[in-house]
């Protein structure tokens, strides 16, 4: 049984509903589980392929949280995602849009290879692996109908351009079997960092009840390597220790630990009229890694100059997506910017 501090901690780590995990603390030990090897897979392809934090949203990368059951995991989507120029989607929409696979008509595959459309049900719409048969991941957000209807919409699309939807499918299609022909390495590379992403989303939590980025980005950079760019407001101070100690924490932190480290807290740089600043587009880099596995996570901590001009529009689009007004006092701090004259 979770004690109440442990329960604090899986809503620290996790983002899920306090009131979810007190009605479950009972049967639950302390803790976060480590993905199996078809799991990790899933779950790995699944955050690398959406690629959040192109938009704001009401929670970094539009994933308000991640729930570990028996046998799958969930992972709660945001409703919408405020674009360029204000511009309003549905993120299940685009997440859908992203991961379902399909066949081009050059041969090329869209989408996640291998990933198929088992049900959907009311918890949400449930995703498998032909090239994994244990893993089970559920997209938590809109009502069956509305998944259904965004599958079945995607489908006209995708046939109407002359390509072949594959996610209901049993086996792989054409243009799967030509992607493995094509990258031949490719599942062994994806297995490879597979760990290291599932352990964050597991852990998804952190970049909203932690960081204090009002924008998050992330991005795989070759086959090992994953970065996380964290924008700060000027003036608010990056939580660059507060993530060390949370990977370090036992039970709960997965298993990083600090491989490189450079802290740009206290550095003065020149502005651009030549004089010295104190918080003038600094960056802090650390770099995590696996004692005993590939994969490495580089968090860039960001700070950008004063500037009076973009911080009322991105308040807006924040607001307009439903963020927490807690949270954007905390990383949109109302106040007048003082920048250098000149």
Request: with cysteine; net charge neutral.
């Amino acid at each position: 049984m979770e004690s109440h501090a442990d329960q604090r901690l899986r809503h620290l780590y996790t983002g899920d509903s306090v009131w979810y995990i007190a009605r479950t603390a009972r049967d639950r030990s302390p803790g976060i589980e480590e993905a199996n090897a078809d799991q990790a897979l899933i779950e790995h392809l699944f955050l690398s392929e959406v690629r959040g934090g192109a938009a704001y949203a009401q929670h970094p990368v539009s994933i308000r949280a991640t729930r570990v059951l028996d046998g799958r995991t969930e992972v709660f989507l945001d409703k919408c995602a405020i674009g360029t120029r204000g511009k309003r989607y549905d993120f299940a929409e685009e997440a859908l849009c992203r991961l379902l696979p399909f066949g081009v008509d050059d041969g090329e595959l869209a989408g996640v290879c291998g990933l198929r459309v088992s049900h959907i049900d009311s918890r949400g719409i449930h995703l498998r692996l032909v090239q994994a048969p244990a893993a089970h991941l559920t997209l938590v957000g809109p009502t069956a109908a509305h998944w259904k209807q965004l599958v079945a919409e995607h489908h006209k699309a995708v046939s109407a351009a002359g390509s072949t939807p594959l996610w209901d499918r049993q086996r792989y299609g054409e243009a799967e079997h030509a992607f493995h022909a094509r990258h031949p390495k490719f599942g062994e590379h994806e297995a490879g960092m597979s760990l290291l992403t599932s352990g964050i989303l597991r852990r998804i939590g952190m970049w909203h009840t932690t960081s204090n980025a009002f924008c998050t980005r992330y991005w795989q950079a070759g086959h090992q390597t994953m970065v996380w760019e964290l924008r700060h407001l000027y003036g608010t101070r990056p939580a660059h220790d507060e993530f060390a100690a949370l990977f370090r924490k036992p039970l709960w932190g997965p298993p990083l630990v600090v491989l490189k480290q450079h802290c740009d807290c206290h550095s003065r740089r020149p502005d651009a009229g030549g004089r010295p600043h104190p918080d003038f587009e600094r960056q802090c880099t650390f770099e995590f890694h696996h004692q005993d596995r590939p994969g490495v996570l580089e968090i860039r901590f960001r700070t950008g100059r004063p500037r009076n001009d973009d911080e009322p529009e991105v308040r807006a689009d924040l607001e307009a997506a439903g963020a927490d007004p807690a949270w954007l006092g905390r990383v949109l701090p109302r106040r007048k910017i003082l920048v250098p004259a000149g």
